[in-house]
């Protein structure tokens, strides 16, 4: 089987990045590129705290919203970097500098509309005044109250100030943010995980290009109604039930990390999800189960520098949460 991927998985481990190159398990249909404003929309929102533990929010300037409260947000713009677009939009709506801290969360529906959640710092600028609205925003405040309290453009943001309050006291993941590597497609690199009560420890590899060149497997995310519908959930579910016995019954999506190029391959937006999935034992003493496809195994995880990592990952959810 060669080696397994010990550097591969340091790196996604540690939350950085590892190249995707060409080779996919399950790669879509043939489609149009990954192209914000035509196929895709990325959308980047941040929380940001001053030193009094205020938390800054913007007043919206859009006909449908106008005179309501939010978060600082805003779309993506083609050739534009993740944490780029959101100091952008923190610059825009609020007047205010910043830097990322940790991404929140990952919230999609479907892999055609992805938001992309930020922890930040403010690092400088002035905050926005009315007498400085503008299409972006009408003001900017530091708000110390109950955010209910004011009229909300909407609810969503209450369960990622909640996530970030979360952060704050005692971060459940480690720092994670965007990775500067190319990606053509949106896919999922996953990290599938075997633990049985005794503390053996299994992951899925893949064995692809060169013959006995094991790696993670990573699938690419499809474009059609059905698969959007579906969103990143459905990209690692058909990979398990193409592979595994039938009805796997993974845990949650955990993201280790992700990875994006402004101006990608061709020009494409393409986004690789680092992502770590668990595959629940059937009973306490069980091994994983036995693959379907000669290109999968499992590897019986033996050294502590990458066990200990997983095993924390897993048991503590110490991941950035996907929610769709």
């Known amino acids: 089987m060669g080696e397994a991927p010990v550097a591969e998985l340091d790196a996604v481990l540690g939350g950085g990045g590892w190249d995707v190159g060409g080779s996919l398990e399950s790669p879509p249909r043939p489609t149009d590129p990954i192209r914000l404003g ?20 913007v007043q919206e300037a859009k006909a449908e919203c106008r005179g309501r409260w939010y978060l600082p947000a805003g779309r993506m713009e083609p050739g534009e970097g993740i944490v780029a677009a959101m100091r952008r939009e923190v610059k825009e709506e609020t007047g205010l500098e910043c830097e990322p801290l940790t991404l929140l969360a990952l919230e999609e529906r479907g892999p055609a509309w992805i938001r992309f959640a930020f922890l930040a710092r403010p690092t400088g600028g002035t905050l926005k005044t009315l007498e400085e609205a503008d299409a972006e925003s009408l003001q900017a405040t530091w708000w110390a109250g109950d955010p209910c309290a004011l009229p909300l453009r909407a609810l ?14 005692s971060p459940p993941h480690p720092p994670t943010l965007p990775q ?12 599938v995980a075997f633990a049985n009560d005794a503390g053996d420890l299994w992951v899925l590899l893949a064995t692809a290009g060169t013959p006995g060149t094991p790696r993670l497997p990573v699938v690419a995310c499809g474009t059609s109604p ?3 519908r579906g969103g990143l959930r459905l990209a690692a579910l058909r990979l398990l039930r193409d592979c595994l016995p039938p009805d796997p019954r993974p845990g949650p999506l955990g993201l280790l990390g992700l990875q994006h190029r402004a101006g990608g391959p061709g020009g494409a937006d393409g986004v690789c999800f680092n992502v770590l999935l668990s595959i629940p034992p059937g009973s306490p003493a069980a091994g994983p189960p036995e693959t379907r496809r000669p290109q999968f195994h499992w590897w019986h995880v033996e050294e502590e520098s990458l066990r200990g990592p997983i095993l924390q990952r897993l048991r503590a959810a110490a991941t950035v949460p996907v929610r769709s």
């Open 38 to 57: 035509r196929n895709a929309c990325y959308v980047v929102l941040a929380v940001l705290f001053n030193e009094e533990d205020r938390v800054l929010l």
């Open 226 to 228: 059905a698969e959007l």
């Open 180 to 191: 500067d590597l190319p990606c053509a497609q949106l896919c999922l690199r996953l990290l």
């Open 156 to 169: 969503d943001i209450l369960p990622l100030l909640d996530l970030a309050a979360r952060y704050r006291r």
